[in-house]
T-cell receptor, first 115, second 116 residues
Framework: GAGVSQSPRYKVAKRGQDVALRCDPI?????LFWYQQALGQGPEFLTY????????KSGLPSDRFFAERPEGSVSTLKIQRTQQEDSAVYLC?????????????FGPGTRLLVL | DQQVKQNSPSLSVQEGRISILNCDYT??????FLWYKKYPAEGPTFLIS?????DKNEDGRFTVFLNKSAKHLSLHIVPSQPGDSAVYFC???????????????FGDGTTLTVKP
């Protein structure tokens, strides 16, 4: 079946602009994660959903970052008033259930460049 | 402070030889460890994992070893193939009953180049 998809794949934003990044997880996957990956670094956790419930948002760097998953499937990560330090690849991952070491399936990411 | 560290940014090996990628962690709450492989312009792909109750897990050419006392794990690829050339990320997660369960903490990756 189809994997995790993300859109747009690339986004260039002017500083101060709001952006919305979309994630379509694998159908039936309960868990959904957002990660931020800066150049030359590993992915860093942002937030986690179990169905529509946002259970952990401890990784969101500021209140300019907001994520939602209203119907328990598609998720949107919104960044308000973007700053240059927000430039990164934003990865979405989903997994079937919340279990120790459960494999997370990653999307290709959205590369955000803030000028 | 970084809880998962991959101290070698890059590794180059000859085709057919063994590749050994290393990873160290500091958080004793981690009890599940995973290796992901990443090609350019793609998301990470799960490769192999190990639970803290084991010290070795093998899947074909890939073996992961865990040394809990040293808080160290390694990924062995043998024999290495040119198609294995990619960035390898080590990741760690904690028990499901922990409030932070589910999320993974990643190292910064090691770029493996396998030369024909």
């Amino acid at each position: 079946g189809a994997g995790v998809s993300q859109s747009p794949r690339y986004k260039v934003a002017k500083r101060g602009q709001d952006v919305a990044l979309r994630c379509d997880p694998i159908s039936g996957h309960v868990s959904l994660f957002w990660y931020q990956q800066a150049l030359g670094q590993g992915p860093e956790f942002l937030t986690y959903f179990q169905n529509e419930a946002q259970l952990d948002k401890s990784g969101l760097p500021s209140d300019r970052f907001f994520a939602e998953r209203p119907e328990g499937s598609v998720s949107t990560l919104k960044i308000q008033r973007t700053q240059q330090e927000d430039s990164a690849v934003y990865l979405c991952a989903s997994s079937y259930q919340r279990a120790p070491g459960e494999t997370q399936y990653f999307g290709p990411g959205t590369r955000l460049l803030v000028l | 402070d970084q809880q998962v560290k991959q101290n070698s940014p890059s590794l180059s090996v000859q085709e057919g030889r063994i590749s050994i990628l290393n990873c160290d962690y500091t958080n004793s709450m981690f009890d599940y460890f995973l290796w992901y492989k990443k090609y350019p312009a793609e998301g990470p792909t799960f490769l192999i994992s190990i639970s803290s109750i084991k010290d070795k897990n093998e899947d074909g050419r890939f073996t992961v070893f865990l040394n809990k006392s040293a808080k160290h794990l390694s990924l062995h690829i043998v024999p290495s193939q040119p198609g294995d050339s990619a960035v390898y990320f080590c990741a760690a997660s904690s028990n499901i009953y922990n409030t932070n369960a589910g999320k993974s903490t990643f190292g910064d990756g090691t770029t493996l180049t396998v030369k024909p």
